[in-house]
DNA sequence: GCGACAG
DNA sequence: ATCTTGTCGC
């Protein structure tokens, strides 16, 4: 059950559902977040089409400004097929080598990918939440399961995401008249405060400036093909 | 069996 | 996610 001591070659997608189902129960939904929120963390991961190399960042800004504070990047090695359902099995080994690399311990984490908002209740952000036990927040750019009605047209729209009767996020939009993002929580937040966070942290783009960044910055690691700690 | 399906 | 050139719109 840990990534580190466990050889991920002998993870099959049908031990990896048990393990989902085992690890759901521990995913906490109520507000863990300090009262004032000053570091969040984005991250992303980033390959080419035919490569093997996994490159992750994760980038760290203050609130509210928004000011970078900490980049840092690292690259591993694909172990999982990509399985709708199954994403954290193939991300969260080179996400946790990045997250190892940062000096600062930000208050919440973003996410690209759901949360709560799964078929098993443990989308990357619930999993990696639980691994580095902060508070995560899910923010995807399409949906994977749940049913919602028409999502506004305005920046700050939103309406609930459900599934299996029961609002497990938001389908938010954060630009005019743009597709919206689905953020549901991964841990230690609820809905209402995930969705809350993602509306600070919103820049003039479609997604909010951690995970934007974070994207931007796996993106750059892989073009140089390195992984080396960086200043801000 | 058929359609859906984060990144 | 990634592959790719131009192109429509604020």
């Not at 992750?56 to 970078?68: E, F, G, H, N």
């Amino acid at each position: 059950m840990d990534f580190p001591e466990l050889h991920p070659w002998d993870l099959t997608p049908k031990s990896a559902i048990a393990l989902q189902k085992m690890l759901a129960k521990r995913v906490c939904l109520d507000n863990r977040l300090p009262r004032e929120v000053r570091h969040v963390a984005g991250v992303d991961v980033s390959y080419r089409r035919g490569g093997r190399d996994f490159y992750a960042a994760v980038v760290v800004l203050q609130m509210p400004d928004l000011a970078v504070v900490e980049k840092v990047t690292a690259r591993g090695t694909v172990t999982f097929p990509y399985i709708p359902g199954l994403l954290s099995f193939r991300e969260l080994p080179v996400v946790l080598q990045a997250f190892k690399k940062l000096a600062l311990t930000p208050d919440v984490v973003m996410v690209d990918g759901q949360g709560i908002a799964h078929p098993r209740h443990l989308g990357l952000a619930s999993h990696l939440g639980l691994w580095l036990d902060l508070a995560t927040v899910g923010c995807a750019k399409s949906r994977l399961c749940g049913e919602h009605g028409p999502p506004g047209s305005r920046r700050g729209d939103r309406v609930a995401l459900r599934l299996e009767n029961e609002t497990v996020g938001a389908v938010l939009t954060t630009r005019n008249g743009i597709k919206p993002l689905y953020i549901s929580p991964g841990h230690l937040l609820d809905v209402d405060t995930s969705v809350d966070l993602v509306l600070r942290c919103l820049g003039r783009y479609r997604l909010p400036e951690p995970t934007r960044l974070a994207h931007h910055l796996a993106n750059e690691a892989r073009r140089h093909g390195i992984s080396a700690p960086l200043q801000p």
